[in-house]
Structure formats: C-alpha cells, structure tokens
C-alpha cells in the first residue's frame, strides 16, 4: 500500500512537470487556437538562462532563496520577450493566412530553437546548480516525500489560480476572452489585438520560463532537446484535459505523469509511453472534447 | 569571379593531393557532444597525445600521422555515417573508435566491409569484434566485468539479493547487467528485480520505487554516467541508502558532479564500479602518464583517455610492424600483438580479438573522489 502511495507521490510530482508546461501550450491554443510547438522549446530557454544567468551571477556557489527568486524572475522575464519576439517574427505576419502556416511555423520556430540550442549551448548535458538543497518533508520506511517536487507541485498550482484570475477577473484577461471568442468584433469594439495577443504570448512564455527553472531544480540535467519530448507529452496533456481550458491542462498533466509512472513502476518501462498514449487515446474516444473542455459548435 | 573560384578549386585539390603523399591517415569516430560527451572528448585526448609523440619521434614509416575526427553527436546513425565518410571519402588505413558498444556495432560493419582495421579502445560488449577479423578491441569485455562486479559484490560486500537497473536500449548495458545476473546466481544470490530505463529519461523514481519495495541490499547499474549520476540522487532522495554498483561506463569526472547533493559525490559515496585502471595505482607507467596528460590537458585522465591512448600506439606499433598501411597486412600484425606494454595493463590480443588483462574496483569516496580496492585478473 505505501509502495503505491510512493508511486502516487512519484507520478504526481512527474505530473506537476507536464501540467506546468501544458498551462502554457493551452492558453495560447484558447486565443490563437495556435498550437504553439516552439513552447517546449521556450521552456528549455528558461532553464538555460537560469543556468547562465545563476553562474554569471555567481548565485551558483552560494544559493540563496533570494538568488533562486532572482533566478526565477530572469528566466520569466528573459523568455517572455523571446516569446514576444517569436510572435512578432513568425506568427504575426501570417496571422491572416490559413491555420495550418501558422502550425507548420510553429514547427519550424521550435526546429530553430532545439538547433539554434546546439549550436550556442552545445550539445552536451549540463548540470543545473542546486539553488534549493534536497530535504524530505516526511519520511517513513516506504514513504519519502521531499521538498523540490512539492515546490513544483505548489508553484503549478499557484500559477494555475493565478492565470485563471487574470483570464477570468482582471481587463486584459476579458480582452483575452473577447479576442479568442471573435478576433474582428473585439477589434471593433476597441480591444487592441496585436497587444493582446502579445500579453498572451508574454504569459505563455514567462510560464514556460518557470517550468525550465523548477524542472532543472529537481531533474538537474538540461540539454538543448530536453523540450522535445516533455513539451510534446504536455501538449497532449493539454488536449487530455480539453485544450484551451486551464483546470484541464492541471489535471491532464498529473493523469498523464500518474499513469506514466504507474505502468513504468508495476507493468514494464518498455511500454511505459505506449500503455500512456493508450489511455489518452481511449480517453479522447469517449469523451473528444478532453476532460474539462466544453462542446463548442463548429463555425460554419 | 567564377576564374578565381575554379583556380581555388585546382589549388585545394592539388594541395589536398600533395598532401595525401606523406601522411598516413587514421581515422577516428567518437561523441565529443552528446550525452556521454566525455567519453568522445577523453578517447580523442588520448589519442590526440599518442599520435604527437609518433610524430615527434619521426612518424610511421617516413611519414607523418594525421587522425581525421569525426564527431557522432553520441547517435548511432550518426556513427554508421560517420565512419562511412572516412572510409570511403577520406580514404583512412585505419578506424579508431567508439566508446560506446551500440555505436561501435553501427560502424563495425562499414570497416569490416572495406577491409579497414578498427580498434575500439573501450567498448566492452562481446558483439562487437564478432562482427569480423578486422574489427579489434584493447580493453576486456563484459562477460568478465559483468562476473567480476558479481563475484565482487556476493564476496566482498557480502550481498545475497541484488537489483538490477539498466538501460534497456543499450547493447554494454543489457549485456552487462545479464552476466551479471548469470554469475549472481551461480554463486547462490538472489536477482529481486530487474528494470530498465532509456538513455534520456530524467525521472527513474518509478523504477526505484518498484526496486526499493523487493529490498535488494545492492543494485547493479550498469549504464552511463549521465543517467547514474541522476539514478543515484534520485534513489537517495526515495531513502534508498544501499550501494549501487557498476561498470566501466560510470568513469567520467561528470559522475560525480551529477551525483551531488550537499557535498561533492555524496549522492553515490561508499558505491563501487569496475574499470581499466586506477588513477592512484604506484605504477611508474600509469603515474608517468597522468603526469604527461596532466601538464597538457590539466586533469586526471579517466579510464578512456587512457585506453585512446593505448588503442592508437597498439594500432601504430602494428603498422610499424606491418611496413604498410595496406589493410590486411595491418590487420595480421595486430592480431599478434602480445605483451604490449600499455598503460591500461599489458595487453595481449586473443584469438577472439579482445584484449585479456585484469580489471580494477574502485570505491567512491568522500569528495567524488576514487579509491582502489581490488584487482581481479581474467
């Protein structure tokens, strides 16, 4: 029974780890209805700001809640801009054009990036320093739960409510709303679209910036192709929890983590993403809309 | 504009046939980036050194040595095209490489096709000189460290039932963990579990659990250091407090760097691994040389730089023997070496194209550091 617990605790804070990045990918998806395919990639940015930006400032030889803060806080804001710049660059020009150039765009900005990474970091692995040291909140025989994925765990949670409070309550998010709802109407009422879709992707990336740095902390080996794979599990994660819909990527991520981790923990490792992806195909069967999404009456 | 770009052309191609005269080309392939860079990037350290000193003392057969390095990005397509290219473009006498089993299986067969000699200085997986007569290996192979690390933990830390943790993608690492578990049992010990994980994984806390429930007292890990650096914080931070064992792939100065949590390698102190030599091993040859290696690249060569070292002097002790670059002829010198004093040990060629000499157990200690324990001869 603790064995499971254990394994519970395992996948969730795996979880934690998609729903972080499936935040990002789900609230672009609802303005834009852009899957945006460079996110992952935005996300592997964050984390090696933070590397640099924490051995440039020396906060890697003495780690400090304050220097991890301002870590955080220069991965954020360093990736929201090169999340505006994307927007600006390849997005924005071909706003008026079919959904599928902006998608195939999208794969090549996220191509661009895993490369371009290669190129300027190079390929090889390096180790995060640790800004925040390992300790266990509680510990039993078989149950052991530490610090770094509760802190993961809580700052997604909190981001959670956070961007549900800027879409739901706040100008900018009705903006948001009124944007992704009808582009030209909002437009006509006053509502400037280019800022607001540059707000979005300002928080989409700022987001993706965080999931870098808080996965670094408890997974300490970054690479420039360490978004490949997570940002494509988060995506599907999102679609799990029905795109566009914040709750929904939550809870695909810690389904999606969960599951992941019971078939890797008690079937076999080989069948780990294949016994994974079967779920979510069998979910998306029953219910094709995702798990929280709502039916929306395709425009005709 | 397009004179000039054709009288380049004539220019490069003369000179890149003149210089083809008097230099004998080897060709390397090896993941100087990639996840286990350090490897690549020792391997090529090591032979780097050994390729200046034949050079300075006059080259091969009258002329110089010059080793083409491909990079493999530590892939193994990216192996297969790499040794391609300098078989068949760059037209090398002889292939040094790889470190890793999986990529050495993917270019075995293009040289063997061309009837090019390779040496691979530290794959240690039995299938790859069993590709053919022309593939050669310097170090020892995993039927013997798999034994070795087995014996070992049954004998000396006395452990009855073991796991096994090993990435299942990777031919050294199923290979290894399997003989490991055949000598296990033989000597009346317990296997609890068996698990995989692949190259790239960042969360093995699943594997752990499961593993961490059957209560092994040790578990073997028979993978590359990236992965075991990560293995081993995470299995502290479960509450996992047993020693984990392995093999020659934990030899990187990353592993350590990898398995720290407050201090420097504490993640993985008091685990013990197999390998082809010990940096604090008294041997004049292996002190003479970590002090060669330390005044050129200023750090403790691991066990790759020294068996790049090795592997290239056996490969260019053959061709002197040889009188030729001709690849059949190097190939049946270096069948017959025996007795080569390498830094690695004494190194004879069997008839099976492996090398047989002894292998070492180090201990990780306080500060990342390593410590000699044990020798056990083939």
């Known amino acids: 029974m603790q064995e499971f617990l254990q394994q519970l605790v395992n996948g969730v804070s795996w979880g934690s780890i998609y729903a972080l990045i499936a935040l990002g990918y789900t609230m672009v998806y609802g303005v834009l209805q852009l899957i945006n395919f460079a996110h992952g990639d935005v996300f592997m940015l964050g984390a090696f700001f933070g590397y640099y930006f924490s051995r440039w400032t020396k906060i890697a030889q003495e780690p400090t809640l304050f220097g991890f803060f301002a870590t955080l806080l220069f ?7 090169v999340g505006i710049i994307i927007e600006r660059a390849a997005y924005k020009p071909l706003r008026a054009r079919p959904r599928l150039t902006a998608l195939i765009t999208a794969i090549g900005v996220s191509l661009l990036l895993e490369n371009g990474g290669q190129l300027l970091f190079g390929a090889d692995p390096k180790f995060f320093p640790t800004l925040i040291s390992e300790s266990k909140l509680y510990e039993s025989e078989n149950l052991v739960i530490s610090n770094l994925p509760a802190i993961v765990l809580a700052v997604s949670l909190v981001l959670m409510l956070l961007l549900r409070f800027i879409v739901l309550s706040t100008k900018i998010g009705k903006a948001m709303r009124a944007v992704a709802f009808n582009r030209e109407a909002a437009a006509l009422m006053g509502v400037n679209v280019n800022n607001v879709i540059s707000f979005t992707f300002l928080l989409g990336s700022a987001l993706a910036g965080a999931g870098g740095i808080l996965v670094a902390l408890a997974y300490p080996k970054i690479d420039p ?9 988060a995506f599907v994660a999102a679609v799990l929890g029905g795109i566009g819909n914040i709750p929904g990527a939550v809870l695909g991520g810690m389904i999606l983590g969960v599951s992941e ?17 079967a779920l979510l195909v069998i979910i998306l069967l029953v219910k094709p809309t995702g798990l929280l999404g709502s039916r929306v009456g395709e425009k005709v | 504009m397009r004179k000039w770009v054709i009288f380049g052309l004539t220019l490069s191609l003369f000179f890149g046939c003149a210089k083809k005269e008097d230099v004998i080309k080897i060709g390397e ?6 996840s286990t860079a350090t490897f690549g990037i020792s391997t090529k350290n090591g032979i780097d050194m050994a390729t200046e000193e034949v050079n300075a003392g006059g080259g091969l057969l009258g002329k110089k040595v010059q080793v083409i390095v491909e990079d493999d990005r530590c892939l193994a397509e990216e192996a297969a095209s790499a040794v391609k290219k300098l078989v068949t473009q760059d037209k090398v006498v002889a292939v040094l490489g790889e470190v890793a089993s999986t990529r050495s299986l993917a270019g075995a067969p293009i040289c063997q096709e061309n009837q090019i000699p390779m040496v691979t200085p530290s794959s240690t997986n039995p299938k790859v000189t069993e590709v053919g007569d022309y593939i050669f290996r310097v170090c020892f192979i995993d039927p013997f460290q798999g034994e070795a690390m087995a014996k070992f933990a049954f004998d000396n830390l006395k452990v009855k039932k073991a796991a096994i943790l090993k990435d299942g993608k990777s031919d050294y690492s199923v290979g290894l963990g399997q003989y490991f578990a055949e000598t296990f049992k033989k000597l009346g010990g317990q296997i609890v579990a068996d698990e995989s994980y692949f190259e790239g994984d960042q969360d093995f806390k699943a594997q752990l659990t499961s593993i961490k429930g059957k209560k092994p007292e040790s578990i073997f890990i028979p993978g590359y ?5 990560l293995i081993a914080r995470q299995a502290r931070e479960l509450g996992i407090n047993i020693p984990l064992l392995g093999g020659d792939g934990w030899d990187s100065p990353k592993l350590t760097e990898i ?16 390998n082809h030599y010990a940096s604090d091993d008294p041997n004049p040859i292996i002190q003479d040389f970590i002090k060669k290696y330390q005044t050129k690249y200023s750090e403790v060569p691991d066990a790759m730089a020294v068996l790049g070292y090795d592997a290239a002097n056996i490969l260019y002790d053959a061709i002197k023997r040889a009188n ?9 010198e270096l069948a017959k070496t025996a007795d080569f004093p390498g830094v690695a040990g004494q190194t004879t060629i069997d008839s099976a194209r492996n090398a047989r000499k002894p292998l070492v157990v180090l201990k990780i200690i306080e500060g990342g550091k390593y410590e000699y324990t044990a020798t056990v001869n083939p």
């Open chain 1, 75 to 81: 991965a954020m804001a360093a990736c929201a801009l």
């Open chain 1, 225 to 233: 192709l360490m978004g490949l794979l997570p940002g494509l599990k």
């Open chain 1, 261 to 277: 981790t019971m078939v890797a923990g008690y079937i076999s490792s080989t069948f780990r993403d294949a016994i994974a992806f």
């Open chain 2, 29 to 34: 392939f090896g993941g100087l980036t990639g």
């Open chain 2, 225 to 229: 250091y990236t992965e075991v650096g």
């Open chain 2, 259 to 274: 398995a720290t949590i407050k201090k420097p390698g504490d993640a993985l102190k008091d685990c013990y691994f197999s």
């Open chain 2, 324 to 332: 030729s670059t001709e690849g059949p002829k190097v190939r049946d």
